[in-house]
């Protein structure tokens, strides 16, 4: 199955052919493993990737959730987007740990009939630092069911939305995180980010809605398993080239 080409999409009518395309990706999306091998790891984390229909008419493409975590010194992700998830308690599958930190984390109920579809998984990403490594795994689910309000763990969570898949799909969409992130460390110059256009903006308590906005620059370990992602259902793949950069793809 061959999805439209970007000039193809962009140039679609809202009589339908929108629905019809959302359900072209969908399809497309539905062709990742069921279950893909475990990497070996000192520990495990798991996170979703959580699809739904366009919400308007004038949406034509599938839109993804996001989540901005919230500032802590303590946290390795602090203030940077991701997708809801979190380490997997022993004793625990992926799908139960990461049912349980979007309920924690967003207020999502992944387990309620009905409400949400298993597609898939995406291949685990190893992260290494302390001296142990870190697989984190990312299963896409569709929701079928719109969840009629979002409780945000004000610790974790500074914000919530959702984008259109097809920036994602965008030859161009990835810019230097140093153009992107207003107080971007020298370490990360020339590494690729996103800056993401967010619907249905949802905050936790005392968060500005305009730094939140602000915020949402995908980059780094989320970004690396979006492109897994894409290139697994054969969607696209995002140029992890910025300009004056030879970092072909992120690194933790």
Request: charged share 20%.
């Amino acid at each position: 199955l061959k999805l439209p080409s970007a000039l193809e999409w962009r140039t679609m009518t809202t009589n339908g052919a929108a629905m019809k395309f959302a359900k072209q990706q969908l399809k497309q999306i539905e062709s990742l493993a069921r279950s893909v091998p475990r990497k070996a790891a000192d520990r495990r984390a798991c996170v979703a990737c959580l699809l739904r229909q366009p919400r308007s008419r004038s949406q034509e493409s599938l839109e993804m959730f996001f989540i901005l975590r919230a500032t802590r010194a303590t946290d390795r992700w602090s203030g940077q987007v991701a997708f809801p998830g979190g380490h997997v308690d022993d004793g625990e599958s992926d799908h139960q740990a990461v049912a349980r930190e979007c309920f924690e984390e967003c207020g999502l109920s992944l387990d309620v009939p009905g409400a949400y579809r298993f597609i898939g998984c995406v291949a685990d990403q190893l992260v290494r630092g302390g001296g142990s490594r870190l697989a984190v795994a990312c299963r896409v689910y569709e929701q079928i069911l719109p969840e009629p309000f979002l409780d945000l763990q004000v610790s974790e969570v500074a914000a919530c939305g959702w984008v259109p898949l097809s920036l994602l799909l965008d030859a161009d969409c990835a810019q230097p995180v140093s153009s992107t992130l207003q107080k971007a460390p020298a370490v990360w110059e020339g590494l690729p980010s996103v800056p993401l256009q967010i619907a249905d903006l949802t905050l936790a308590r005392g968060v500005d809605v305009q730094d939140a906005r602000k915020g949402f620059v995908l980059w780094g370990l989320t970004l690396n398993i979006i492109n897994c992602f894409l290139g697994d259902t054969g969607c696209a793949t995002i140029s992890l080239r910025s300009e004056g950069s030879q970092v072909p793809t992120p690194r933790l």
